[in-house]
């Protein structure tokens, strides 16, 4: 079963990735001191605190119960590390696709895509004009791994908004990706179909037809 799930705090340690759990984007060392509390603890309270001024701030993916991908989002206020980066928005209020992570063996078969829409879709439902991003060039030095590559996004539909030689902001209009339901959950099934081990289950429509489904529970 494939299902998408709201991130919540009681699932901040279903977050996957080469650094997780990482606090990357919500925290800044103050005066070279940071936040002496442990990541999970920060990352909790910080998904607390969206979700309380915005709502949820991304979605978890599972694949048979197991953790496969994370991707967050937020309005700026509350992306404390894009402070650090010329091509910040000047808006707080401005969208912002924080990161997405998958983790093997779904790292390079699509999802991540999935999750990418999931987080345009959700938007919509705040009625978001578009979704930002500060993401990285080759030229970028010293990127973390949280800070999503320019080249995957604009494979995706975003497109530079304000230009930088290593870290530029991209943008989506969201009124060009109105169908992203059915479109995540056909990549889904095309996707998990390539994973051995991994069935896709069967959704049976009205008309008889039936194709692979992926749950997306609020």
Not at 146 to 166: I, M, N, Q, S
Request: hydrophobic letters at 40%; proline letters at 10%.
């Amino acid at each position: 079963m494939r299902e998408l799930r709201p991130l919540t705090p009681d699932r901040v340690g279903d977050l996957v990735g080469p650094c997780a759990p990482c606090t990357f984007w919500q925290t800044v060392p103050r005066n070279g001191h940071s936040d002496p509390r442990e990541p999970l603890e920060q990352l909790a309270d910080w998904v607390e605190t969206v979700t309380a001024d915005w709502g949820p701030p991304g979605r978890v993916a599972y694949v048979d119960g197991q953790p496969a991908g994370h991707v967050l989002v937020a309005p700026a206020r509350h992306v404390a590390r894009l402070a650090a980066f010329a091509t910040s928005p000047s808006d707080p209020s401005t969208l912002m696709l924080v990161t997405a992570v998958m983790t093997p063996p779904y790292a390079g078969g699509g999802l991540r895509k999935v999750l990418v829409q999931s987080a345009a879709k959700d938007a919509l439902r705040h009625r978001a004009r578009s979704l930002e991003v500060v993401a990285a060039r080759p030229l970028a030095v010293s990127r973390h791994s949280c800070v999503l590559d320019v080249a995957f996004l604009e494979k995706v539909g975003f497109r530079v908004e304000r230009d930088h030689p290593a870290y530029p902001r991209l943008r989506i209009e969201l009124r060009t990706v109105v169908t992203l339901r059915d479109e995540a959950a056909a990549a889904v099934a095309r996707v998990l179909a390539r994973v051995p081990g991994v069935r896709p289950v069967p959704e049976t429509h009205p008309n008889g037809s039936s194709h692979a489904s992926v749950t997306d529970r609020a």
